[in-house]
């Protein structure tokens, strides 16, 4: 099978972001069934001063610093932020340029058999501070065998949002292409929002392959709420944009070590669920 990215050229509107280390303790996450790695609250990860560019085989989670790369990447909540935050997500492009990725796990509740419909995220959260506010989920899509079986190799969900203030979010913010088939050993930073946090944390590293359908990376501090963090790969600073090559999630919903974390390897299935959730917009 052929390597197929979606790409799609954007223009990025994110200025003016600064150096930003808040850590604020919160509680256990309610109203929201945990599974994986999503919002099951743990020992707080120790804030590091990143470097500009954190090694890439370094492996250690950092705090990292608000930049344009970094905003698009945000914390869910279930209603409003009034609660504990559980997953995580990012833009990706589309041509409706109002797409989220995340874990499914994060967006379908496997008790009641259907897609969580309250959903809202918070790009660049922290420590309650939300740059452009918060954005309403109005469409959840995952892959109908992940609906029936909870398939951990189709542990993906792409979220359409509603317009906030007329614009669409990825005019706001810009996103990340897709990337279908790009082999097991990537080098990619994964940024991801710790429920017992209020800031994000970030880390690089060499993906492995852990088996024909799944991804595996050592990163450290990667606990629950890191559900659906982005795998980013080759983000290029004139473009604005990387590739998301895979979102914390698939084998154990993530991982059942804090330090060891998953994905579902992104497949045919996935850029046919991507084509599905453009075409249901």
């Known amino acids: 099978m052929l390597p197929l990215t979606f790409i799609v050229i954007v223009a990025a509107a994110v200025v003016g972001y600064a150096s930003e280390e808040a850590d604020t303790s919160r509680g256990p996450v309610s109203g929201h069934s945990s599974f994986g790695k999503s919002g099951e609250a743990g020992q707080d990860p120790q804030d590091q001063d990143p470097a500009a560019t954190a090694p890439a085989d370094d492996g250690s989670a950092y705090t990292p610093r608000r930049t344009e790369q970094n905003a ?12 504990d935050h559980f997953c995580t997500a990012s833009v ?4 409706g340029r109002n797409m989220l990725i995340t874990a499914a796990h994060c967006a379908f509740d496997a008790d009641a058999g259907a897609t969580v419909d309250d959903l809202v995220f918070a790009p660049d959260y922290r420590d309650g501070d939300e740059p452009t506010g918060l954005w309403k989920v109005k469409k959840v899509i995952v892959d109908d065998r992940w609906a029936k079986s909870q398939d951990e190799d189709l542990d993906v969900a792409f979220l359409v949002l509603d317009k906030k203030n007329g614009k669409e979010i990825q005019d706001v913010l810009g996103g990340n292409t897709l990337g279908i088939d790009r082999g097991f050993d990537n080098d990619v930073k994964i940024t991801g929002y710790p429920t017992s946090r209020d800031t994000p944390i970030s880390c690089q590293n060499r993906t492995t392959k852990y088996s024909d359908t799944q991804l595996r990376i050592q990163c450290t501090d990667f606990e629950g709420g890191t559900s659906g963090s982005p795998w980013l790969a080759d983000y290029d600073p004139r473009s604005h944009t990387g590739t998301v090559i895979g979102v914390l999630g698939g084998h154990e919903g993530g991982g059942d070590e ?24």
């Open 72 to 83: 698009r990447v945000g914390a869910v909540f279930e209603k409003d932020d009034s609660g």
């Open 92 to 95: 990706v492009q589309s041509p």
């Open 258 to 281: 804090d330090d060891v974390s998953y994905a579902a390897y992104f497949d045919d299935d996935i850029a046919k669920l991507y084509r599905r959730a453009q075409d249901e917009d």
